[in-house]
């Protein structure tokens, strides 16, 4: 039975994580009126000290369990260096829960907001408008490998890339509708981008789902290598409309990508479960800035225990906006999306955006929510 409201995990994080998070939901009060259903938010403090106090490295199977209940999740961001070396909270949060819950595509929109300065000139919101759509569940991230001869001369460590014909599959089915049903303008262009030339073996599914594609009438597919699709998202963005790739060539070519759509501050992530068998989980990229939470000492070193709430009003949270927004489109709320789609760019477009701080930027984006 279909429940009468959306139910969504929030996960705050760590430090800015927080911070974004709980500026989110401050202007979501202001999209009350904009949605079909409304929203009820459960959060959880799967964090730093969460990991701590109940000395884990991982989220196990009870905190899995009760996040399979919620629609979707929201997460801020995850890290504190001052508590945990950085890779465990990522392994053991974000991995796992894309795992668990077989988020296969992890969906990343390079677009430049009209109106943004892109760092590549002489292009405009009309050249920066694409999709990456990076396989999310295995490639070199599904941590395995081996380290031989630790500790000696010869010491060698391996790390195994896992490419399945049938992850590339449904991967390239969910890209087939995004192009599709994007609209670009002319002939929707599919480019599936791998390095087929080295990876002799992990290209294999690659290859045969390539040759699956290949000849289609209503989407012009075509192939790149990684190296090249690089070059190519600088020298001639505008080619790209929706672009399929592995897990870690689209992890680094997506951070490219962040840098020339705007700053990190307009890139966000979908971690999506097609299926809806399990929920999707959507977070802004940026992570959570230590230095502008904790206080630094005269060596640039962050001192434990400190806060400067003062930092914390440099924090902007577009990026956090924006991701709400994605998620809300996810469900469905078209219109609530939008607004705060909106609401987000009219804050970035702003001729003092820079110098604004975090309470103004919330309660600036609010009103124009609410007077839409």
């Known amino acids: 039975m279909e429940k009468d409201f959306h139910n969504i995990a929030v996960i705050p994080g760590d430090l800015n994580g927080v911070t974004v998070t709980d500026a989110v939901l401050k202007i979501s009060e202001a ?9 009820k938010h459960t959060r959880f403090e799967y964090n730093a000290d969460y990991f701590l106090k109940n000395n884990i490295k991982e989220l196990g199977e009870r905190e899995l369990s009760e996040l399979k209940k919620y629609d979707q999740i929201f997460l801020g961001a995850i890290g504190d260096p001052v508590k945990i070396a950085p890779g465990i909270l990522e392994l053991g949060i974000l991995l796992k829960i894309r795992q668990k819950f077989d988020q296969y595509v992890n969906l990343r929109p390079i677009i430049l907001p009209e109106g943004v ?3 590549i000139v ?4 009309k050249d920066i408008n694409f999709e990456v759509c990076r396989e999310n569940s295995e490639g070199l991230y599904i941590g395995e490998g ?10 060698v460590g391996y790390q195994i890339m896992k490419c399945s014909y049938k992850a590339v599959k449904r991967l390239a089915e969910f890209a087939e509708k995004r192009v599709l049903a994007r609209k670009k303008g002319g002939k929707p262009t599919l480019h599936f981008v791998f390095k087929t030339n080295v990876l002799v073996y992990a290209s294999a599914p690659w290859i045969r789902v390539f040759d699956e594609y290949k000849d289609r009438q209503d989407i012009d597919v075509k192939y790149m290598h990684i190296d090249n699709f690089m070059m190519q998202m600088i020298l001639k963005p505008e080619q790209f409309d929706v672009v399929i790739t592995s897990n870690t060539f689209g992890d680094i070519a997506t951070d490219l990508g962040a840098v020339i759509q705007g700053g990190i501050g307009t890139a966000v992530s979908g971690n999506i479960n097609p299926t809806k068998q399990f929920p999707s989980m959507f977070e802004p990229i940026h992570g959570t800035a230590p230095d502008r939470w904790y206080e630094v000492d005269d060596k640039g070193a962050l001192i434990p225990g400190t806060f400067s709430p003062e930092k914390v009003q440099t ?3 577009e990026a956090a906006f924006l991701a709400y927004a994605m998620m809300l489109e996810q469900m469905e709320e078209i219109k609530a999306g939008q607004i705060l789609k909106e609401a987000a760019l009219c804050n970035i477009r702003d001729p003092q ?3 604004k701080k975090l309470d103004q930027l919330i309660e600036q984006a609010s009103s124009f929510i609410k007077e839409k």
């Not at 999209?31 to 929203?39: C, R």
């Not at 002489?122 to 919101?125: H, V």
């Not at 081996?146 to 010491?155: D, F, V």
């Open 315 to 317: 924090i902007k949270p």
């Open 31 to 39: 999209l009350k009126g904009k949605l079909t259903k409304p929203i």
């Open 353 to 355: 955006y820079k110098t």
């Open 122 to 125: 002489g292009k405009t919101s």
């Open 117 to 119: 300065p892109s760092v």
């Open 146 to 155: 081996r380290i031989e001869n630790k500790g000696t001369e010869e010491e």
